[in-house]
């Protein structure tokens, strides 16, 4: 059963930098593809970025339009955790952030609704503002 624990959000100025970490357990991540997902309060759940299962390479990578060239997603296969690198914040970036995982091999991430994530960390709370 693969578990995902999210850390690293917090409290950062408009164009400040936070990196989110999604590491798992149960399961070797690399074999998954990634989301990472954020809901504002009232707003629903939108998809932020994600990255496909590992093929050696890291696995390819999506953005939504509104953090290509500000957030960068990465994968640690050693320590079986997946990175959302945050620059150039802004307030509209606030909210919980949550990693999560369809079941099984996923060559190509941009692909998956979001229904069909299956595993979900308990999510990280992101807030810009001055």
């Known amino acids: 059963q693969l578990q995902l624990v999210e850390s690293g959000g917090g409290l950062v100025q408009p164009g400040g930098s936070l990196r989110l970490s999604c590491a798992a357990s149960g399961m070797r991540l690399h074999f998954y593809g990634i989301g990472w997902f954020r809901q504002a309060p009232g707003k629903e759940r939108e998809g932020v970025s994600c990255?496909?299962?590992?093929?050696?390479?890291?696995?390819?990578?999506n953005y939504t339009d509104s953090v290509k060239g500000r957030f960068t997603i990465s994968r640690d296969r050693a320590k079986n955790t997946v990175y959302l690198q945050m620059d150039n914040l802004k307030a509209e970036d606030s909210g919980v952030y949550y990693c999560a995982a369809p079941p099984g091999i996923t060559p190509h991430c941009g692909r998956v609704p979001v229904s069909e994530y299956t595993y979900w960390g308990q999510g990280t709370q992101v807030t810009v503002s001055s």
């Open positions: 990255i496909s299962s590992s093929d050696g390479s890291g696995g390819t990578t």
